[in-house]
């Protein structure tokens, strides 16, 4: 399955006629192959990417504000998707939130051409700035909302600042997915890193009173 083909593509604010999927995926295709040909994403223009996919530059403009909001949508498109939350308590949230962690970094390890995109959008501070506000601040919030969520539920102590523990459950993920490329990344690894994380910051049971011995 190429980059273009994993999942549907997520485009921006566009007005006017309807949107055509196949256009739209010819478009994404478009970036895809000059990717893979070596062209930088600096150099990539909408007018290069119009030609190479055999549409006018109006087309990419009716469904893309600009190239960064294509550019987030290409490399959104090759990501895992976003984590279906059971629900059923903030602990069993949090794991699925990691492990869509997990498996972007399985996924970048793999994908050449994703793990260099990745590079250059840090190097490009526009794009960057798109791939952070629409990709990387919502799942933020998201999130905080589930710790939030387990204070209120008492799952999570009432003093824990949600922000800092939010920190310390992404922080040794991407520590492990983008600064130890050589780190592993088994199965289980999500589970284990939120139960070690909540087993020092669940609110604190009342000792049982022991009866006296006789």
């Known amino acids: 399955m190429s980059l273009a083909e994993s999942r549907p593509v997520r485009g921006g604010s566009a007005k006017g006629r309807p949107r055509s999927e196949a256009v739209e995926r010819a478009i994404?295709?478009?970036?895809v192959k000059l990717l893979e040909e070596g062209v930088p994403l600096s150099e990539l223009s909408i007018e290069r990417i119009a030609r190479t996919a055999g549409v006018g530059k109006a087309t990419i403009y009716r469904r893309w504000r600009g190239k960064e909001e294509l550019f987030v949508d290409v490399v959104r498109?090759?990501?895992?998707?976003?984590?279906?939350?059971?629900?059923?308590?903030?602990?069993?949230?949090?794991?699925?939130?990691?492990?869509?962690l997990r498996r972007r970094g399985l996924m970048t390890r793999s994908s050449v051409l994703l793990h260099d995109v990745y590079a250059q959008m840090k190097s490009s501070p526009k794009i960057w700035a798109a791939y952070h506000?629409?990709?990387?601040?919502?799942?933020?919030?998201?999130?905080v909302?589930?710790?939030?969520?387990?204070?209120?539920?008492?799952?999570?102590?009432?003093?824990?600042?949600?922000?800092?523990?939010?920190?310390?459950?992404?922080?040794?993920?991407?520590?492990?997915t983008v600064m130890r490329p050589d780190a592993d990344l088994p199965e289980g690894l999500s589970e284990l890193l939120v139960d070690t994380v909540l087993d020092g910051l669940r609110p604190v049971s009342?000792?049982?009173?022991?009866s006296p011995s006789s």
């Open 28 to 31: 994404v295709e478009a970036v």
């Open 77 to 100: 498109a090759a990501e895992p998707p976003d984590a279906d939350l059971p629900g059923t308590s903030m602990r069993d949230d949090l794991v699925a939130l990691m492990e869509q």
């Open 133 to 143: 506000a629409t990709v990387v601040e919502p799942r933020r919030r998201l999130q």
């Open 145 to 176: 909302e589930i710790l939030r969520r387990g204070q209120r539920n008492g799952e999570l102590r009432a003093d824990v600042d949600v922000e800092l523990m939010n920190d310390l459950l992404v922080g040794p993920m991407l520590l492990r």
């Open 206 to 210: 009342s000792p049982s009173v022991s």
